[in-house]
Structures are given as C-alpha cells and as structure tokens.
C-alpha cells in the first residue's frame, strides 16, 4: 500500500524527519539536531526537496540491507515548443562503459490532442505507435537495455498555428487549512495566507504567446566572451557537449567578430592573452585547449560572470560593435551567492557598467533554467536551452541566430481591466518563433484585447491581441490554477524577498505544488499524520490529463508583420538557420490589419 505525501515547510519537515530518524536508528548522533517527536511507533518517513537547478533530493528510511523500496512520483511538466512542433525528452543515463545498463525498461506514453495528420518522431528508438485520431500511445520496452541517448518524442499539437491562445478556468481551486493544521501545525500567518487564497473566487488565465515579428535585424561585428564552467559537475559528458558547442561558436563567428574563451571554476583560466579572430589555425590551438582542461573544483557563478564582463575589457569600445557574454554551464553555484536577486542586480550592473549583455546557455537535463533564464533576462540577452539529440554546430547556429536574428527586446503586456496578479511581469527577449505563458487572475468574463510592445531590430514594435476569457468549469481546464501558483512562486522565489516566504509556503500547501521553502513529506500512516499534526488534504481539484480536450480560445494580432520587411533578408527561426544581411523597415510603412478568430483547440497532449 502506498501512501501520499503532504506539502509542509521545509524547517518543519526536516525536523519532523530528524525525530524520526533519532528515535528509530540504534547509533545515536551525538550532534545537536532540531527535532519534532510525537511518541508512538513511528519509523519509516520519506521526505523529498527541491535542491539548485532542476535537482531534487529524496530521502527514505528504512531500505533493509539488499533490500529495495518502491517509490511512485507524479508531476506535470510544461513542454516548451520547437518551432510549431514541440519535444517531450526523458533523460536516460549513459556511459562510455556500459555501467548504466537496465535489466528491464518499458516507457508507456498515452497522449490526447495530437494533430491527426503529423508524425510522431522517436528518435534513435524503434517504439510501437497506435493512432486514434487526435489521441496516441507510443510503447518501449527492452531487456538489458542500454540506452543510445535521451529517449524524446517529437510531436505536432493541435492548434499551434495562432499567436496567442488562451485557457480560463474558474471555480475553486485551492485547498483551505485541515483542522490538524489549526491546532498544532503551521505557523498563524502561513495558515492566514491559506485561508484567504481557498476564500479568492476569481478566475484563473493561462495565455501562451508567439507573436509574429517584422522582420528587422540589426547586425554589428561582435566581440564575444565564452565562459565555460568547468566546475566538478560538468565532468564528462557535460564538460564535452559544452566545449563542443563552443568550438562551434567560434567556427561559426564572422570574419569581423572577435572572441575571448574562458574556463572557469573556482577562478577563471583564459585561451591566450589577447582577443582572437575566427580562423582555422585559431580553432585547432582552441582544441588542444580546451583538451587540456581538466573540470574539477567549486562553481563560483557570480565571480565567473564578473571575469567574464572585466575580460571584455580588452576589447576596444566602439558604438559599431556588439559586446556579449555567453555562459555555458548547468547554472548551479556551489559556493559565493545563490540567490538570484542578488546574482539578477549583479549582472544589471555588469551591463550597465561594462556594456555587455548576457547570453546564457543550459548544459546538462538538470541545469537550473529558472537561474539562467533570469539572468540572461536580467542581462538583455538571450536564454538557450541545450536541445537532446542536436548536433554542437546547431546549437551554435542557434546561439548566433539569438544574437543577430529577428527577436522583440525590452517586452511587456499592457493588459486590459479586469486581468490581476499577473504572474510574470517582465518578459525575456524574444526570438522569432519563442512562445511566452503568462498567468493571471480575472474577474468574470473579459472579452478584450492585450497589447505587446518592445522594440524588434532597433525600431519600435506594438501588437494587440483579442482576448477572450468565459466562465469556465471545464475539468480538461482544470491544470490552469497550477501553473498559475507554479509561476507565481518561481516570480517570488526570484525576488528574493523575506515577505513572500509566508505567501510561497501557503501557495505551495494550497495548490499541492513544490518551492524551495516547502517539502514532500510522506509518513507512515493516516494515524502518523494526525499525530504530527500533517495535513494532507486532497487538492480540490486535481488534473491527470485524462479529464478531457481542454478548451482555448485563439486569436491573431491586429497587425500582420509577416510582409512589413520587403526584400530585406533576416535570420529565420529555429529549424531554418542560415546567415543573411542587416535590414529593417521603417514603422512609417504600416502593417497589415488582420482579423482575429476565436475556438476551443488543445495546447498540447498529456502524458
């Protein structure tokens, strides 16, 4: 029989832990511990937390001497688009020694809102696919399996055509306090916050937009740092992919570019004494290099940052020539400042101070996007995230394509009255074919429009989309409240204020979603719970993705960007990569007025 955890506050589930844990083991630590202990025969917790980057940490006791324990974990995952299609990818081990092989392995995947007449693509793995129109179900299974990479299932979503689409839901949605909890559990001010988010009856709203950009591009020669970490935790194959992808950049650069490498841990090592130019002699001493660095030592992130900027020193300054940083690294600091607002003002006075912006780039399944993705925003670059399967010379083609294509700089949402606690207030950069997902509260039924301005290539850029959002109950809507909580606990834990602590913990225990200040605590039995005074009441609602096709309305900018550029040549998107010249359109020549439509679609299919 397997038992369901509860969310609690972390310093709370840790003790609850450490009591357990000492009554139960017959060593006794002699160590000074926090506990909580409630007498009985308690002894067999398990307790999960979110650690750096996209890690998390599980702990179980007791597992018998050659003895196992079963585990079950159920999350919801959004997955991000590649071009129209998008990509599910499930990390599987590898080793060069054939250490990571499985006695047995079977991946079963039921998917619903797949577009009928697309293919589905699992590369590198012979799977059996059965169709029945827009649902789907893909198996694998193998014995002493070993496997030949991330096991990824590439598919198109119905829909995904409109720039924007939007997904209401209304009705409650958040769990109020238990009883066990008033008496002996959290803390009066996290129990307040609960109660007043189970009270709110406002709508919730999850917008997914992909803008059509004019295509305007400006093209300076570039001066570029590459920062690489070569920290402990990029041994191996991470530390390969990441001086690969680095080769590539260089390979890849203008003759007019000019570039600096960096190695960095604990402190930074340099490639030469001076700026290089792109060339092929050039990259043959780069090689032998980077061979020769060996990843070991502690990540120092916000130092390798601040190395980065001063570096960029050398090069001459000129208003012609584009500065950057691209970081590539898995984005996890093990020593110096973690929080992200302090590494986020960092890297904003670093661009400010040293005119520079920051590109940064994921390396490794269990990168800390959330880190990267800020502090590239914070540093008016760009956020990559190295794609399973993608050979280096296209995530360097992707990198520069972020520099020098088409993409929508300094955005934001003018939303209209009605639309509340937005989730995201300010928006990444942009590129060409990126899609950005919003969340918010409303108040009854909002038949309007958002606006989105920034500036694309220089010039300013201004769209308005209609928005429609119903009172709806539909249970396929029913994953919207989560994502919004989701959002709204990533903004706050990226602010990095000690006021929002009370309100993560009870949005967290409320919509059953992790954060750094709350755990996953399962304990024995019913009777365990209540003794500890562990709340574990049942969200209200629940989305497991068989509840239905969920219900969007769509619609398309009041402008149509697409033929605003002429003959000019710009960089395209993702999938169509290739170099071209600068060119814009002046915003005297307006664009096309379009019409707007409006129908229920599905984003994209549940697994």
């Known amino acids: 029989r397997f038992e369901e955890g509860a969310i609690v506050e972390k310093d709370r589930a840790n003790k609850i832990w450490n009591g357990v844990i000492a009554k139960a083991t017959p060593k006794k630590d002699k160590r000074p511990v926090e506990m909580i202990w409630v007498p009985g ?36 995952q959004v997955i991000p688009p590649q071009g129209l299609r998008r990509r599910y990818t499930y990390a599987l081990p590898r080793s060069e020694d054939g250490s990571s092989v499985a006695e047995k392995f079977k991946f079963d995947m039921r998917m619903s809102g797949v577009d009928k007449s697309s293919k589905l693509r699992t590369p590198g793995y012979d799977t059996e696919t059965t169709r029945d129109g827009s649902k789907a179900t893909i198996e694998f299974s193998g014995e002493a399996f070993v496997p030949n990479g991330d096991f ?56 997914a937009l992909r803008p059509e950009l004019p295509r305007w591009t400006e093209e300076h020669p570039r ?17 390969k992919r990441a001086s690969e992808v680095a080769k590539s950049v260089v390979a890849e650069l203008g003759a007019r570019d000019r570039v600096i490498v960096m190695a960095c841990d604990l402190d930074c090592q340099r490639f030469g004494d001076k700026p290089m130019r792109p060339g092929a002699d050039n990259l043959v001493a780069l090689t032998a290099w980077l061979a020769t660095v060996q990843p070991s030592g502690a990540s120092f992130l916000e130092d390798t940052l601040r190395q980065a900027a001063q570096a960029g020193k050398a090069f001459s300054d000129s208003q012609e020539r584009e500065r950057m940083v691209l970081y590539l690294g898995d984005g996890v600091a093990s020593m110096g400042h973690r929080s992200l607002s302090i590494l986020n003002e960092q890297v904003r006075s670093l661009r400010t101070s040293h005119n520079t912006s920051f590109t940064t780039l994921a390396i490794g399944a269990d990168s800390d996007s959330k880190t990267l993705g800020s502090l590239a925003q ?80 220089g010039k300013p850029y201004q769209n308005s989309f209609p928005l429609r959002l119903a009172i709806n109950h539909s249970a396929g809507n029913s994953f919207v409240p989560k994502l919004w909580a989701t959002q709204a606990i990533e903004r706050m834990q990226g602010e990095g204020k000690a006021e929002h602590r009370d309100t993560i913990v009870a949005m967290s225990k409320s919509f059953g979603v992790m954060s750094k200040k709350t755990s996953l605590l399962v304990l024995e039995s019913e009777a365990m719970f209540r003794a500890f005074g562990v709340d574990r009441a049942k969200p209200v609602v629940e989305w497991t993705g068989e509840e239905g096709e969920a219900e969007a309305s769509d619609s398309d900018g009041t402008f149509d960007y697409g033929d605003l550029a002429g003959e000019d040549k710009a960089i395209g998107n993702i999938g169509l990569i290739g170099r071209g010249t600068a060119g814009g359109a002046s915003m005297a020549s307006p664009p096309r007025a379009k019409g707007a439509r409006s129908g229920s679609t599905v984003h994209a299919p549940s697994a």
């Open 223 to 239: 001066d570029l740092v590459i920062a690489i970490d070569s920290s402990q935790s990029m041994v191996g194959e991470r530390w």
């Open 378 to 457: 914070a540093g008016g670059g760009y956020f990559i995230k190295h794609t399973s399967g993608r050979s280096p010379r296209h995530m360097a083609q992707v990198v520069l394509e972020s520099t020098m294509g088409v993409a929508l700089k300094d955005a934001e949402i003018v939303w209209p009255k009605g639309m509340e606690d937005v989730s995201v207030r300010k928006l990444s950069t942009l590129r060409a074919g990126d899609e950005v997902m919003v969340s918010a509260r409303y108040q009854g039924e909002i038949n309007d429009r958002i606006t989105l301005r920034g500036t694309v290539g």
């Open 152 to 207: 990824v299932v590439d598919y198109l979503p119905q829909g995904s055509g409109s720039e924007l689409r939007a997904w209401g839901y209304q009705g409650p949605a958040a769990t109020p306090p238990g009883l066990s909890q008033r008496k002996q559990g959290p803390r009066k001010e996290v129990l307040a916050e609960q109660t007043r988010l189970s009270q709110d009856n406002r709508g919730y709203a999850l917008l």
């Open 41 to 76: 025969p308690w002894r067999d917790p398990a307790l999960l937390e979110q650690k750096e980057g996209n890690r998390f940490e599980l702990r179980i006791f007791p597992i018998p001497k050659r003895g196992t324990r079963t585990i079950k974990l159920a999350y919801t």
